[in-house]
């Protein structure tokens, strides 16, 4: 089983940022790959970055140039910088997780953005 733990979310100006972070423990085997998406009031669960072991990332076109993926695998960390940050991007950000052909997500974080 493994274990996914989000911090990171908040309220934020318009403008400013934020970092999520997603750590994974347990029993792993690789994580592959590893995002984030974002669900906003009313609306579904959407893809917002994700990443490969290899480093190979995808974006949804609305964040692009404004959000940073990362991960660090000795830590089986999975980063995102949020720049820039609009009302919008409002919403509860889940961490998601491949391992095995499993799927596993984390509890989410608010992200609140004020304009």
């Known amino acids: 089983q493994v274990r996914v733990v989000e911090s990171g979310g908040g309220l934020v100006l318009a403008g400013g940022s934020l970092r999520l972070s997603c750590a994974a423990s347990?029993?792993?085997?690789?994580?592959?790959?590893m995002g984030w998406y974002r669900q906003a009031p009313g609306k579904q669960r959407e893809l917002v970055a994700k990443i490969t072991t290899g480093g190979s990332t995808d974006y949804a076109d609305s964040v692009k140039g404004r959000f940073t993926i990362s991960r660090d695998g000795a830590k089986n960390t999975v980063y995102l910088q949020m720049n820039s940050l609009k009302p919008e991007d409002t919403a509860v950000y889940y961490c998601?997780?491949?391992?095995?052909?499993?799927?596993?997500w984390g509890q989410g974080t608010q992200v609140t953005v004020s304009s």
């Open positions: 998601n997780l491949w391992d095995l052909g499993r799927v596993y």
């Open positions: 347990g029993n792993i085997f690789t994580l592959d790959p």
